[in-house]
């Protein structure tokens, strides 16, 4: 007797989950589904964010390549080698009287 209620009990069981079963599996991958949303979401927030910064830092560096082109050649004009030549290193344009040719 006691078998036959387990049985029963079993059924009933069996027949609650092939009727909502499906429900069930539906309702749980709908909300893995909502989640998975979210999370998409908040990484792409974060990318986002990150190809942001990423670009700024390019800027920055394309602004101070400027500076640095700009430098170089101000630099190596011919007219500040010579202007240093002169201040610093204290050399001048030798006269045709100075000037010794060297012949192999």
């Not at 599996?25 to 190809?51: D, P």
């Not at 830092?57 to 390549?65: G, I, K, T, Y």
């Not at 500040?80 to 040719?101: C, F, G, N, W, Y």
């Amino acid at each position: 007797m006691m078998d036959l209620k387990m049985d029963s009990g079993l059924l009933a069981c069996l027949h609650l989950l092939r009727s909502y079963g499906a429900a069930l599996l539906l309702l749980l991958l709908v909300i893995l589904s909502g989640l998975s949303v979210g999370y998409v979401s908040y990484e792409n927030r974060l990318l986002n964010n990150r190809i942001q910064q990423e670009l700024e830092n390019r800027n920055s560096a394309q602004v101070e390549w400027g500076k640095l082109l700009l430098e170089h050649s101000t630099l190596t004009s011919p007219g500040k080698i010579e202007q240093v030549a002169r201040e610093k290193l204290d050399m001048d344009v030798p006269k045709t009287s100075q000037i010794e040719m060297v012949l192999p």
